[in-house]
């Protein structure tokens, strides 16, 4: 079923009764898209955070020369937003696209605020997936300072395989912060 695997993602941080399950899974909206779609384009308010169900999404952001770089990736069972400008309705500094078709449950940021005063527990998980949010990118940036791009390729094969399989070399290497002829140099030492 759909929403088994929302729900399986929330059981590893809360218990929800069958009231609390039925009102969360009613303030979901469930939208399917096709591949390269645009579901936050940047200047946008950014109205919700989003469960992916299934398929595969990047968000990126794209310099004012029209550069992409991307922020993070998000796979089945991974949430994913602009989460400042989510937080605080700002226009979204990102833009989030479907990498492959893909199955999304979004929830906006008015029935989560009101999500947190009928069930309160919900503020336990998001903070834990804001707190596990920022704990990985605040490794990310201290590997990008530390590590050579080999050293970060490796750890993000070793990290995130299942990602690996479902995103072009193109957009790793934007995550990496390399052009893609140096990752593939560097897949070509890793084969030697």
């Not at 997936?129 to 390729?153: G, K, P």
Request: charged residues 25%; aromatic residues 10%; hydrophobic residues 40%.
């Amino acid at each position: 079923m759909i929403e088994n695997l929302v729900l399986k993602n929330i059981s590893k941080h809360i218990s929800l009764n069958e009231n609390e399950t039925s009102y969360f899974l009613s303030i979901l909206e469930e939208k399917k898209y096709a591949k390269k779609n645009i579901i936050l384009q940047e200047g946008e308010i950014c109205r919700t955070i989003n469960f992916v169900q299934s398929g595969t999404l990047r968000a990126f952001y794209r310099d004012p020369e029209g550069k992409e770089s991307t922020i993070m990736f998000a796979i089945s069972d991974w949430w994913i937003t602009d989460m400042s400008c989510f937080i605080n309705q700002q226009p979204a500094m990102l833009n989030i696209e479907t990498i492959e078709d893909s199955l999304i449950l979004h929830l906006k940021k008015e029935d989560l605020d009101e999500l947190y005063t009928k069930i309160p527990k919900f503020e336990r998980f998001f903070r834990i997936i804001m707190q596990n949010a920022y704990i990985r990118e605040q490794i990310r940036v201290i590997q990008n300072l530390s590590l050579s791009a080999e050293q970060r390729y490796y750890i993000f094969l070793e990290k995130y395989p299942q990602v690996a399989k479902q995103v072009r070399q193109k957009q790793i290497a934007s995550y990496l912060g390399i052009t893609p002829e140096f990752l593939s140099m560097i897949r070509a030492n890793k084969n030697k």
